[in-house]
C-alpha cells in the first residue's frame, strides 16, 4: 500500500509562483514513476506532468510546458511541482499519483497508468 500527501496549494495571483509537495510512503519510492494531473471544477482529470523512477525523463502537457518543473528527491521521498507564470486556467486540483511501470509517450498521460492517488490540493489563480 502507498500512502501520497499532496501539500503547497493555495491562492495565488496570474504571473504569480508555487510549488507542490507529494510525499510518499509505503513502498520503496525510487522503485515508481511519478504523475502530476489536476482536475478543475466540472471536467475530466489531465495529465500535467510525469518523472521516471531514475529522474532521467520528465514529461510535459502542452499547456504547462516551460512553466512548470517537475523533479524528485529519494532522500526524502518527496516529489516537487514548481509552477510559474500561473494562469487563471491552471485553477484546479492537483493530485499526484504513482506510475504503473514502464511508463512510455504513448501512456504516461493516461489516468490507467497510475494506480495509487494522493487526496488533492487546491490551486487558484487569481486575475
Known amino acids: 500500500q502507498v500512502q501520497l500527501v499532496e501539500s503547497g496549494g493555495g491562492l495565488v495571483q496570474a504571473g504569480g509562483s508555487l510549488r507542490l509537495s507529494c510525499a510518499a510512503s509505503?513502498?520503496?519510492?525510487?522503485?515508481?514513476?511519478m504523475g502530476w494531473f489536476r482536475q478543475a471544477p466540472g471536467k475530466e482529470r489531465d495529465f500535467v506532468t510525469a518523472?521516471?523512477?531514475?529522474?532521467?525523463?520528465?514529461y510535459y502537457a502542452d499547456s504547462v510546458k516551460g512553466r512548470f518543473t517537475i523533479s524528485r528527491d529519494s532522500a526524502s521521498n518527496t516529489v516537487y511541482l514548481q509552477m510559474n507564470s500561473l494562469k487563471p486556467e491552471d485553477t484546479a486540483v492537483y493530485y499526484c499519483?504513482?506510475?504503473?511501470?514502464?511508463?512510455?509517450?504513448?501512456?504516461?498521460?493516461?489516468?490507467?497508468?497510475?494506480?495509487?492517488w494522493g487526496q488533492g490540493t487546491q490551486v487558484t489563480v487569481s486575475s
Open positions: 509505503g513502498r520503496t519510492f525510487s522503485s515508481y514513476s
Open positions: 499519483a504513482t506510475g504503473v511501470d514502464p511508463l512510455g509517450v504513448r501512456s504516461v498521460s493516461r489516468v490507467p497508468s497510475y494506480d495509487y
Open positions: 518523472i521516471t523512477t531514475s529522474g532521467g525523463t520528465t
